[in-house]
């Protein structure tokens, strides 16, 4: 009876104590989960700092792409101004023969200006090819010189008329151009003014001006082109000069003894006697 009391006092201590002996095994310290545990936590605390640096980052650049997209509501007000625009020609037609030369300044083309040179200007005539070739070498020379003179003076002209009538021509619709990128640079659209947008028109401005130099250079070209003939015309004259120059020189001995010569013969054979014989 004894022996049975002691029994069930033991495994009734047992019993109370299990619990306890369990919880003392989860309560051990353990080194190494502890190491792990903080090198962990630094972990998450340094991503949220740099998730609230990257936010405070991205807020920044947004806030400054805003700013720059932001067009002054009075830039236009401020900067925008006119340009003198290309005009037509006009003049009057009393004989009908200068329309057609006004046409080719105002639109161009090498058929409106050679039909403008042949109205508006005096043409020269071809010389007779039997008496041009009856005439002394240094003459015909002379002649076919102030020929090619002429040729060259109406392939100028037609030329510059030709250039400035289509530069003319073509100025309405450069204008128009300009002026749409005006609009579109003093615009407060946002999508005028987002990157890719104001690099095209950058573009479009570097395009209008190369054409706009294309013209200025056509024109220029013409000019030197009228130059170099009015030169050629100078040339022709002093070269003339120096030709007769050199004939003069070269021709005055023979041609004097000749007026010389002729002269003593004609006194001589005059009588000199009282009876005229």
Do not use: C
Request: cysteine-free; charged content about 15%.
């Amino acid at each position: 009876m004894k022996l049975r009391k002691l029994s069930f006092l033991i495994s009734a201590v047992v019993l109370l104590l299990a619990p306890y002996r369990a919880q003392a095994q989860f309560t051990v310290f353990d080194p190494t989960n502890y190491a792990n545990a903080l090198n962990e936590f630094k972990q998450l605390e340094q991503m949220y700092t740099t998730a609230q640096q990257t936010r405070d980052q991205i807020i920044t650049t947004y806030n400054l792409a805003h700013q720059m997209s932001l067009m002054p509501q009075n830039l236009g007000a401020r900067y925008k101004s006119g340009f003198s625009q290309w005009t037509n020609v006009n003049g009057p037609n009393t004989y009908g023969n200068t329309s057609a030369w006004i046409d080719a300044l105002n639109l161009g083309s090498p058929a409106r200006a050679s039909t403008g040179y042949r109205n508006a200007v005096i043409q020269v005539q071809s010389y007779p090819q039997d008496r041009l070739s009856g005439l002394d070498e240094d003459t015909q020379a002379a002649i076919k010189n102030q020929y090619a003179t002429s040729e060259l003076g109406q392939a100028t002209i037609t030329s510059s008329l030709s250039t400035l009538g289509t530069v003319r021509s073509d100025s309405e619709a450069f204008a128009q151009k300009l002026a749409n990128l005006e609009t579109d640079t003093y615009s407060t659209d946002p999508s005028q003014q987002t990157e890719m947008a104001v690099l095209g028109k950058i573009n479009s401005a570097t395009l209008l001006q190369i054409h706009s130099q294309q013209d200025t250079n056509q024109i220029l070209a013409a000019s030197v082109a009228q130059q170099a003939l009015e030169q050629k015309q100078r040339m022709d004259e002093q070269n003339r000069l120096i030709n007769q120059a050199i004939y003069f020189q070269q021709n005055f001995p023979t041609t004097m003894q000749q007026v010389t010569g002729g002269t003593s013969t004609s006194i001589q054979a005059i009588s000199l006697s009282p009876n005229g014989r």
